[in-house]
């Protein structure tokens, strides 16, 4: 079984393609087999994945995107072991063992933690990563909130930073930049809104609504990891978008029937948000959502899948959210 510690840095688990600038802790990176209880959970065993295409470590296993990623990975004929931060794990050697069987590795972890972690991965062998970005680098650049734009910066400082490292270590890195990301239970984007409009039956909506939206199921954003694995020569970077374009009121709407309600908008001109904004933030859903969230649902948030579809076979399905389960 592979084992392998690295010194290194993690951030706490968040969710794949919304990273929210989670604090570094100096911890070590370690590579584990997970114990009986969670095998199910966080490996593909040989009667899930038969390895015969080899093992692909996956980083980042606190992600909603992670069980999707590892059916997926099964269903391709891969083997998948997690690779984990342990913060009681000593911080002593570069690295224990080198598992020559694991020759590749999806990051679903914040992409500046997957920098930290470039070092253990080469290591171990590893010559081939599909990283987890996010649309944020492009959308929030421009932000009006200082935090937002930090974000952004941190994620375009990441990019470069991997790029960089892929070049220099004869490393072939994929960089996959997802929209809107929902599974329909665990994501901070559909569920929060499916949770607020089931509990009050209306949903506060700054003017018309009308910017667009893309959102990218979890499966398909795993299909997409693993589609960029497979492929023999990708691009360094895509942006993935979900099937379908549709403003963001309709969006709403959408989760509205899917929560068995009838659509019910309770509409705020822009010039009184930032006013408003105090009062928005006692309902739950909406405490900490900074003005600028507001702003963007009149903006589009839009990306372009051509060429994720031209070198991947990228085939998303349409926004169709369901109540109680994933969509």
Partial sequence: MPSAAITSMTTGPGAAGHPDGSTLEPVSVTMMPPAPDATALHSSTPAAGSGVRGCVGVLGMGSFVSPPLLSRLALAGYASWPIASRADAADRVPAVA??????AAVALCPLWGLVDRLPALTA???????????MSRVTKAASPDPAERAVAERLAAAEDSV???????ATRVTILRPT??????????VTRIAGFVRRWRFFPLVGAGCGLRQPLHADD???ACVAALDAPSPRPCYDVAGGETLTYREMVSRIFVAVGGRPRFVEVPRVLVRA???LLGLLPGFRGVPVAAFDRMNEPLVADNAAAVADLGFAPRPFTPRSGGPS
């Fill in 221 to 223: 954003l795993a299909a």
């Fill in 98 to 103: 080198t598992p020559g069987e694991i020759t």
């Fill in 163 to 169: 790029e960089r490292w892929a070049e220099r270590h």
């Fill in 124 to 134: 171990l062998g590893i010559r081939r990563i599909v990283a987890v970005s996010s």
């Fill in 180 to 189: 809107l990301v929902y599974d329909g239970l665990h994501d901070r984007n």
């Fill in 276 to 278: 408003a904004l105090p």
